[in-house]
């Protein structure tokens, strides 16, 4: 089955610890995005990788950090820098162009840090 | 400054009720819409997407359309069904040339009833 797997589901982290979050997808997507939703509110785009060894920063980047090494993963770390680390991590992929430029999401990791 | 208004935030209708959710974005100069669909606690499954030169989408139904005049986007969907409820999410990747970078709306949550 093709799709983009998000581990863990839930997370639990003390304040002042690192934690990175994995996102892989088989979808042979060149396209790959980190967004936060916070309860009651729309998607805020973190980081966004169109390419292999290339990523950009999104709206709101400060406090986390990300690498693409490979096309199929685009992990993202959480530093002990991200004032407000509590919320719902959603991972998407696209062709980026052709065929499609819609965007599929993974099921999300829900991150407590307390 | 860029935004995606959804009104109304919540809406609870009887089965069998056609409805139509409403999206509002700030600059008519877009290069898609896409119009998701968020179940409690999971990802964000894609509906339909529009692109620019486009006045409207149908899967099913769903219908889309887009009106970049009046920077306006309708999902209307016809003889709604209890499992329709959920929480749905419009996004605008604005600009003239593709960036995979999404802006979304914070959402209506439909309750369909029996």
């Known amino acids: 089955d093709g799709g983009i797997t998000q581990s863990p589901k839930y997370l639990f982290r003390k304040e002042g610890q690192n934690v990175t979050l994995s996102c892989e997808q088989n979808l042979n997507h060149d396209a790959m995005y980190w967004y936060r939703q916070d309860p009651g509110q729309g998607l805020r785009l973190i980081y966004y990788s169109q390419i292999v060894n290339d990523f950009q920063k999104g709206d709101i980047a400060e406090g986390y950090s990300v690498s693409r090494e490979k096309k199929e993963s685009f992990p993202l770390t959480v530093t002990s820098a991200q004032k407000n680390p509590t919320a719902f991590y959603l991972c998407a992929s696209s062709f980026g162009g052709p065929p499609s430029y819609e965007q599929y999401f993974g099921p999300g990791t829900r991150l407590t840090v307390t | 400054k860029q935004e995606v208004t959804q009104i109304p935030a919540a809406l609870s209708v009887p089965e069998g009720e056609n409805l139509v959710l409403n999206c509002s974005f700030t600059?008519?100069?877009?290069?898609?819409l896409q119009w998701f669909r968020q179940d409690p606690g999971k990802g964000l499954t894609s509906l339909l997407l529009?692109?620019?030169?486009?006045r409207e989408q149908t899967s099913g139904r769903l219908n889309a359309s887009l009106d970049k005049s009046s920077g306006r986007s309708t999902l209307y969907i016809a003889a709604s069904q209890p499992g329709d409820s959920a929480t749905y999410l419009c996004?605008?990747?604005?600009?003239?040339?593709?960036?995979?970078?999404?802006?979304f709306g914070q959402g209506t949550t439909l309750q369909v009833k029996p």
């Open positions: 529009i692109q620019s030169s486009q």
């Open positions: 996004a605008v990747e604005y600009g003239s040339s593709n960036t995979g970078k999404l802006i």
């Open positions: 600059d008519s100069a877009i290069y898609n």
